[in-house]
């Protein structure tokens, strides 16, 4: 895959960039040798054997060496001599290969590194990301954060300074676009402005960070990655619902689903061991290629269509590599063969699909239904609240309630651990010897092991209490995706010996899933507690004989938990011990003993948490809100009903098909050798739990913690996200043809901390955007547009305009008329009338929405792939025909067109219009609102002079023509004003659509 001649000078100037070198400094073989080789030779001296030319190698060092390289001799060399040569017939690369002669800078770097030895290594991008220390600099004031370390090092380097800070108003636009892909509200700003506090910033990234939108803004990216679309693409390109996809997409990104377990469910969800719906929906990764249902169409065709997009889309998106360029012969430039594309290609062998036909769509509970779910929503909303509401009758019979407790039938004692240790993180003790877990820390297993002295004569039984967990996905005690909890074994010790357990039970289990696998001694069976909202459950374990001891200190007691299966560990969790005969069971006693604990303690001794947790308590029981409580069950009920009507597309595993190689790609060529799923070799070899490996084994090896891509190509797209552009500026491509990295020590520090911290993209994105290098103002002077125009240097901040969906959820927000329900089935704004009329098979219409999901989020839209919305396509979205890393930036005369005309933005500008009427005071008090809402800002006396001069333009004009004024009241589906008031509405509906069109309104600073 030849990369053009734009593509090759960018690479060389950031060869150049390097540094500036000495005849003494070391030359980098990976970043400043490969590169040129790569650019001009590998074509026909690289890994290709077809296309190879006289027996000449240079990718490879034996191979160089015994034909053009002389080690120590650069002169000698007959690489050297053939590039700085003066003749047409023996210069290299040949006139008439499209490849420019070398400079003499990198002739020079040839020779310096032959005379050096001609040392080869390993591509940057197949090594694993090295930790490198984090640069001292001399001037650390500017620095805030270790990225800032990195990128000042190299502005040092290059004798530049960091740009100014961008003012407050800049920064809040800037992140709330970036967070959230919303403007944020006037308000918001103002407030942000104000806060003098020194957290203010970081606590205005929290706040964005924390909000629903965030998952929204992550998904138009990774929508564009995956190549999601409600229609199938070929042919008639028919619908084809996925919506549960996208949703499951954006409440991975809110509950900031570590990315390895993103990956894993989206690549082999199905597979997992007890799929729940959520990694059932989110397996839809793999059947979200374009299909067909044309009559005419080859089976085997199409199953050899389908198997190589899905190895291109896989290696685009998770290894940054062009795999797909070896389908149909071994890679020209990077170590991939043909064998390499067509053995990937066989794990996604077992996909059950319709090769030529109709999808076959199943229905998954826990599906969101937008507008059903908004009206449930609220009244779930106004029931909780009334459950909540503090009134003196509550009070009194919360303290009568209190009294008549009566003592526990079964007497438990907490335990407050002496010490805690676990293999991969820690839990630290809160009070009432509560154990809870940081977030971060959330691996697949876990083994914890808790030390307490036990005080009490007697014990005969042990229970672990799995606390409800905010952060967890059902707020139950589970962190796993859809809030389990699994324990695979305890055990019990004192001094050292181990305590025979009799017997195990539980408050909630699945059938298959029993408590007594908790004591059977195998570490490869668990109880796996039921999925529970905002609910504890407890685990109890009988001793065959109870520990006695009358030492007034008590006994160590030592008990080993573990749990565990895809982070399904316990967030929070708390022991409690008994010396009641046996056999126990689960009974109210146990319930109860933490709320017997509060009870003792005098009311106006109890702390906020006790309070709160004993209140909850009683409002659940209590016969005063029976009513409320009852109804409230009713509408959960129902919104699960409501859940359950939903269908999607998933991975289904069948019978493995037979993958051979294709000769050149010929799908009717049946010569090829037969393959079973592999990586690529240069990877080496992946050993698995069966004969054959499988998508899981894949989606495992693709997320282990020493892949030497994974971390690296989703940071670097992380960073282009917040910065406009990647640290590799080829974010489809690491291999030798992409870019070098502009920083290579600080995206192998960001990727090997980003896995060190559970692959938390909240984490590092919060790590990106608190650093003083995101802080920059975007302003750039001449003199370093001039030295660095790509700011490769990072000496700035980047601008750029908004996504096609931003573009237009902004106007939106800004009128007012946003819509900005979560989730939920594609909606159809205002789109031009027979668009959609060359559509066959059959024919369709495009019907508008009319009620709220017209002023849905454009993320929402529906995405057909032949005719994709002409609004979204002015402003650069993709077909989604193909996996899409990043969007082209256009600025043409149709973008300005349809902000202007495009129905949605006129009634934009007319809904804002009357909001700016409604704003008492002046003209000048009103643009000064008009200005806060849009670009977050009071305008300068110019451009109040421009906007004062347009307003009494158009007001003469619609004065002259009361008609056309009435007739802008007609365009949407929103109100219209009177028709006294339409003169003076247009007019300011026409300065509306002015500043709705501002480039700097469509443009993140």
Same mark, same amino acid.
């Given at each position: 895959?030849?990369?053009?001649?734009?593509?090759?000078?960018?690479?060389?100037?950031?060869?150049?960039?390097?540094?500036?070198?000495?005849?003494?400094?070391?030359?980098?073989?990976?970043?400043?040798?490969?590169?040129?080789?790569?650019?001009?030779?590998?074509?026909?001296?690289?890994?290709?054997?077809?296309?190879?030319?006289?027996?000449?190698?240079?990718?490879?060092?034996?191979?160089?060496?015994?034909?053009?390289?002389?080690?120590?001799?650069?002169?000698?060399?007959?690489?050297?001599?053939?590039?700085?040569?003066?003749?047409?017939?023996?210069?290299?690369?040949?006139?008439?290969?499209?490849?420019?002669?070398?400079?003499?800078?990198?002739?020079?770097?040839?020779?310096?590194?032959?005379?050096?030895?001609?040392?080869?290594?390993?591509?940057?991008?197949?090594?694993?990301?090295?930790?490198?220390?984090?640069?001292?600099?001399?001037?650390?004031?500017?620095?805030?954060?270790?990225?800032?370390?990195?990128?000042?090092?190299?502005?040092?380097?290059?004798?530049?300074?960091?740009?100014?800070?961008?003012?407050?108003?800049?920064?809040?636009?800037?992140?709330?676009?970036?967070?959230?892909?919303?403007?944020?509200?006037?308000?918001?700003?103002?407030?942000?402005?104000?806060?003098?506090?020194?957290?203010?910033?970081?606590?205005?990234?929290?706040?964005?960070?924390?909000?629903?939108?965030?998952?929204?803004?992550?998904?138009?990216?990774?929508?564009?990655?995956?190549?999601?679309?409600?229609?199938?693409?070929?042919?008639?390109?028919?619908?084809?619902?996925?919506?549960?996809?996208?949703?499951?997409?954006?409440?991975?990104?809110?509950?900031?689903?570590?990315?390895?377990?993103?990956?894993?469910?989206?690549?082999?969800?199905?597979?997992?061991?007890?799929?729940?719906?959520?990694?059932?929906?989110?397996?839809?990764?793999?059947?979200?290629?374009?299909?067909?249902?044309?009559?005419?169409?080859?089976?085997?065709?199409?199953?050899?269509?389908?198997?190589?997009?899905?190895?291109?889309?896989?290696?685009?998106?998770?290894?940054?590599?062009?795999?797909?360029?070896?389908?149909?012969?071994?890679?020209?430039?990077?170590?991939?063969?043909?064998?390499?594309?067509?053995?990937?290609?066989?794990?996604?062998?077992?996909?059950?699909?319709?090769?030529?036909?109709?999808?076959?769509?199943?229905?998954?509970?826990?599906?969101?239904?937008?507008?059903?779910?908004?009206?449930?929503?609220?009244?779930?909303?106004?029931?909780?609240?009334?459950?909540?509401?503090?009134?003196?009758?509550?009070?009194?019979?919360?303290?009568?309630?209190?009294?008549?407790?009566?003592?526990?039938?079964?007497?438990?004692?907490?335990?407050?651990?002496?010490?805690?240790?676990?293999?991969?993180?820690?839990?630290?003790?809160?009070?009432?010897?509560?154990?809870?877990?940081?977030?971060?820390?959330?691996?697949?297993?876990?083994?914890?092991?808790?030390?307490?002295?036990?005080?009490?004569?007697?014990?005969?039984?042990?229970?672990?209490?799995?606390?409800?967990?905010?952060?967890?996905?059902?707020?139950?005690?589970?962190?796993?995706?859809?809030?389990?909890?699994?324990?695979?074994?305890?055990?019990?010790?004192?001094?050292?010996?181990?305590?025979?357990?009799?017997?195990?039970?539980?408050?909630?289990?699945?059938?298959?899933?029993?408590?007594?696998?908790?004591?059977?001694?195998?570490?490869?069976?668990?109880?796996?507690?039921?999925?529970?909202?905002?609910?504890?459950?407890?685990?109890?374990?009988?001793?065959?004989?109870?520990?006695?001891?009358?030492?007034?200190?008590?006994?160590?007691?030592?008990?080993?938990? +573990? =749990?565990? &299966?895809?982070?399904?560990?316990?967030?929070?969790?708390?022991? !409690? /011990? *008994?010396?009641?005969?046996? %056999? $126990?069971?689960?009974?109210?006693?146990?319930?109860?003993?933490?709320?017997?604990?509060?009870?003792?303690?005098?009311?106006?001794?109890?702390?906020?948490?006790?309070?709160?947790?004993?209140?909850?308590?009683?409002?659940?029981?209590?016969?005063?809100?029976?009513?409320?409580?009852?109804?409230?069950?009713?509408?959960?009920?129902?919104?699960?009903?409501?859940?359950?009507?939903?269908?999607?597309?998933?991975?289904?595993?069948?019978?493995?098909?037979?993958?051979?190689?294709?000769?050149?790609?010929?799908?009717?060529?049946?010569?090829?050798?037969?393959?079973?799923?592999?990586?690529?070799?240069?990877?080496?070899?992946? +050993? =698995?739990? &069966?004969?054959?490996?499988?998508?899981?084994?894949?989606?495992? !090896? /693709? *997320?282990?913690?020493?892949? %030497? $891509?994974?971390?690296?190509?989703?940071?670097?797209?992380?960073?282009?996200?917040?910065?406009?552009?990647?640290?590799?500026?080829?974010?489809?491509?690491?291999?030798?043809?992409?870019?070098?990295?502009?920083?290579?020590?600080?995206?192998?520090?960001?990727?090997?901390?980003?896995?060190?911290?559970?692959?938390?993209?909240?984490?590092?994105?919060?790590?990106?955007?608190?650093?003083?290098?995101?802080?920059?103002?975007?302003?750039?002077?001449?003199?370093?547009?001039?030295?660095?125009?790509?700011?490769?240097?990072?000496?700035?901040?980047?601008?750029?305009?908004?996504?096609?969906?931003?573009?237009?959820?902004?106007?939106?927000?800004? &009128?007012?008329?946003?819509?900005?329900?979560?989730?939920?089935?594609? /909606?159809?704004?205002?789109?031009?009338?027979?668009?959609?009329?060359?559509?066959?098979?059959?024919?369709?219409?495009?019907?508008?929405?009319?009620?709220?999901?017209?002023?849905?989020?454009?993320?929402?839209?529906?995405?057909?792939?032949?005719?994709?919305?002409?609004?979204?396509?002015?402003?650069?979205?993709?077909?989604?025909?193909?996996?899409?890393?990043?969007?082209?930036?256009?600025?043409?005369?149709?973008?300005?067109?349809?902000?202007?005309?495009?129905?949605?933005?006129?009634?934009?500008?007319?809904?804002?219009?009357?909001?700016?009427?409604?704003?008492?005071?002046?003209?000048?008090?009103?643009?000064?609102?008009?200005?806060?809402?849009?670009?977050?800002?009071?305008? &300068?006396?110019?451009?109040?002079?421009?906007?004062?001069?347009?307003?009494?333009?158009?007001?003469?004009?619609?004065?002259?023509?009361?008609?056309?004024?009435?007739?802008?009241?007609?365009?949407?589906?929103?109100?219209?004003?009177?028709?006294?008031?339409?003169?003076?509405?247009?007019?300011?509906?026409?300065?509306?659509?002015?500043?709705?069109?501002?480039?700097?309104?469509?443009?993140?600073?």
């Amino acid at each position: 895959m030849v990369k053009g001649l734009g593509t090759f000078c960018s690479l060389v100037i950031s060869v150049l960039f390097v540094g500036q070198v000495t005849a003494d400094d070391p030359v980098d073989f990976s970043l400043q040798i490969q590169p040129i080789l790569a650019g001009r030779c590998f074509a026909c001296h690289g890994p290709d054997e077809k296309s190879r030319k006289s027996g000449l190698r240079l990718d490879q060092r034996e191979a160089a060496i015994a034909m053009a390289i002389q080690p120590g001799n650069g002169a000698a060399s007959a690489l050297v001599k053939r590039v700085r040569s003066a003749d047409p017939e023996q210069r290299m690369p040949p006139v008439g290969s499209q490849k420019p002669a070398l400079s003499d800078e990198e002739i020079s770097l040839l020779e310096r590194w032959i005379e050096q030895g001609a040392k080869y290594e390993r591509h940057w991008s197949l090594e694993v990301p090295r930790r490198e220390a984090v640069p001292q600099v001399s001037d650390g004031n500017w620095c805030r954060n270790p990225v800032d370390r990195f990128v000042y090092a190299r502005l040092k380097d290059a004798e530049l300074v960091p740009s100014p800070e961008g003012d407050r108003r800049t920064l809040a636009r800037r992140l709330s676009f970036d967070l959230t892909g919303l403007p944020p509200s006037s308000q918001e700003v103002e407030a942000f402005v104000a806060n003098d506090a020194s957290t203010a910033y970081e606590d205005y990234v929290d706040h964005l960070l924390d909000s629903p939108h965030f998952g929204e803004r992550m998904a138009i990216y990774w929508l564009d990655v995956v190549r999601y679309a409600d229609t199938m693409g070929i042919h008639s390109d028919n619908f084809r619902p996925h919506f549960p996809f996208r949703d499951w997409v954006i409440k991975a990104f809110n509950d900031n689903l570590p990315y390895d377990q993103f990956v894993r469910e989206q690549v082999a969800g199905d597979l997992l061991p007890g799929a729940t719906s959520g990694q059932l929906i989110a397996s839809g990764f793999n059947r979200l290629n374009m299909t067909t249902e044309e009559g005419g169409a080859q089976s085997k065709e199409y199953r050899a269509i389908y198997q190589a997009d899905r190895v291109r889309n896989f290696s685009v998106i998770f290894l940054g590599m062009t795999l797909g360029c070896a389908q149909c012969h071994d890679h020209k430039f990077d170590p991939f063969t043909t064998r390499d594309f067509y053995s990937l290609a066989a794990f996604f062998s077992d996909v059950a699909e319709v090769a030529v036909g109709r999808q076959v769509v199943v229905t998954l509970p826990k599906i969101r239904h937008n507008k059903q779910d908004e009206l449930l929503a609220e009244e779930i909303a106004e029931y909780k609240e009334q459950l909540d509401v503090e009134t003196p009758e509550l009070a009194t019979a919360q303290r009568a309630w209190e009294s008549s407790l009566e003592p526990p039938a079964i007497e438990w004692t907490v335990l407050d651990p002496n010490t805690t240790s676990s293999q991969h993180g820690a839990y630290h003790c809160d009070a009432d010897g509560i154990l809870e877990r940081e977030y971060s820390s959330n691996p697949t297993r876990e083994t914890t092991q808790i030390v307490a002295r036990v005080t009490t004569p007697r014990v005969t039984a042990v229970c672990l209490e799995l606390l409800t967990d905010r952060l967890a996905p059902l707020h139950g005690p589970g962190r796993s995706a859809d809030g389990s909890v699994v324990i695979r074994e305890i055990t019990l010790s004192v001094g050292g010996k181990n305590v025979p357990l009799a017997r195990a039970e539980a408050t909630a289990q699945q059938e298959d899933k029993p408590a007594d696998l908790v004591i059977d001694g195998k570490d490869d069976t668990a109880w796996l507690g039921a999925p529970k909202t905002a609910e504890s459950q407890h685990l109890i374990v009988e001793l065959q004989k109870p520990i006695e001891s009358t030492d007034p200190e008590g006994v160590l007691l030592t008990v080993s938990v +573990s =749990g565990g &299966s895809e982070r399904a560990i316990p967030g929070r969790m708390r022991l !409690w /011990v *008994t010396g009641a005969p046996l %056999p $126990l069971g689960i009974d109210e006693s146990l319930v109860m003993a933490p709320f017997h604990r509060i009870v003792k303690i005098p009311e106006a001794e109890r702390s906020a948490p006790q309070k709160k947790v004993l209140s909850e308590f009683f409002r659940q029981r209590t016969p005063l809100l029976v009513g409320p409580r009852k109804r409230l069950e009713e509408l959960l009920a129902k919104r699960g009903e409501l859940e359950a009507r939903g269908t999607t597309l998933v991975t289904i595993s069948e019978k493995p098909r037979m993958v051979r190689i294709l000769p050149r790609g010929n799908w009717m060529d049946e010569s090829g050798e037969v393959v079973t799923p592999a990586i690529p070799g240069v990877f080496g070899e992946l +050993s =698995g739990q &069966s004969d054959q490996l499988t998508r899981l084994d894949l989606a495992r !090896w /693709v *997320t282990s913690k020493d892949h %030497p $891509l994974t971390a690296r190509v989703y940071v670097n797209r992380l960073w282009k996200l917040m910065f406009g552009s990647g640290l590799v500026r080829t974010l489809d491509d690491f291999g030798t043809q992409g870019r070098p990295p502009s920083h290579p020590e600080l995206l192998d520090w960001l990727a090997a901390e980003f896995v060190d911290k559970g692959w938390d993209t909240k984490y590092l994105i919060r790590l990106l955007v608190t650093s003083a290098t995101y802080r920059q103002s975007s302003v750039v002077p001449p003199a370093l547009l001039a030295r660095d125009p790509e700011n490769e240097f990072l000496a700035r901040q980047n601008r750029f305009r908004l996504e096609a969906e931003m573009v237009r959820d902004n106007a939106l927000a800004v &009128s007012g008329l946003l819509v900005r329900t979560i989730g939920g089935a594609s /909606v159809k704004p205002y789109q031009p009338v027979g668009y959609w009329e060359n559509l066959q098979f059959p024919k369709r219409k495009w019907e508008h929405d009319e009620d709220g999901n017209q002023y849905r989020r454009g993320l929402y839209t529906f995405w057909c792939r032949t005719f994709l919305h002409p609004a979204l396509l002015a402003f650069d979205a993709p077909t989604r025909e193909e996996c899409t890393v990043e969007r082209p930036r256009s600025n043409t005369p149709l973008a300005a067109l349809v902000l202007l005309n495009d129905p949605t933005y006129v009634e934009a500008a007319r809904v804002f219009a009357q909001r700016i009427l409604n704003q008492p005071g002046t003209v000048e008090s009103r643009l000064s609102f008009a200005f806060r809402e849009v670009l977050q800002r009071e305008p &300068s006396q110019a451009e109040r002079d421009v906007l004062n001069g347009m307003l009494a333009e158009f007001y003469d004009q619609y004065s002259a023509d009361p008609a056309a004024a009435a007739q802008i009241q007609t365009v949407g589906s929103a109100p219209a004003v009177g028709e006294s008031a339409a003169v003076g509405h247009a007019a300011w509906t026409a300065v509306a659509r002015t500043l709705l069109n501002l480039h700097e309104t469509i443009t993140r600073n």
